[in-house]
């Protein structure tokens, strides 16, 4: 059974960082596509980042280009979501997920595990 599970969220100040994680488990994490996804409060849930089974391929979406960087260490079955220049408008719960294959995807409708999410709230 694949679980994933992310950590890091919390409360910031605007400009602040925060640096979320999602363990794997159940699986060979290696193999799989990996990506972030957001959900603000009465919004739909919207792609944030995403990066191939290596690592050597990877999406930002325009809104966090240059603040947000996705990255994996295989060998910990772990993915991270580094968040710098935080804004009110990043507040949301972040969710980690992974594909059937080993490429990057845009669309939610692609991955087909999900973790339980991790509250970001960014203070103005």
């Known amino acids: 059974q694949v679980q994933l599970v992310e950590s890091g969220g919390g409360l910031v100040q605007a400009g602040g960082s925060l640096r979320l994680s999602c363990a794997a488990s159940g699986r060979t994490f290696s193999r799989y596509a990996m990506g972030w996804f957001r959900q603000a409060p009465g919004k739909e849930r919207t792609f944030v980042a995403a990066m191939s089974w290596s690592g050597e391929n990877t999406y930002d979406a325009d809104s966090v280009k240059g603040r947000f960087t996705i990255s994996r260490d295989n060998a910990k079955n772990t993915g991270y979501l580094q968040m710098n220049n935080l804004k009110p408008e990043d507040t949301a719960v972040y969710y980690c997920?992974?594909?059937?294959?080993?490429?990057?995807?845009?669309?939610?409708?692609?991955?087909?595990?999900w973790g339980q999410g991790t509250q970001v709230t960014v203070s103005s």
């Open positions: 997920a992974q594909t059937r294959g080993p490429t990057w995807r845009y669309s939610a409708g692609d991955y087909s595990y």
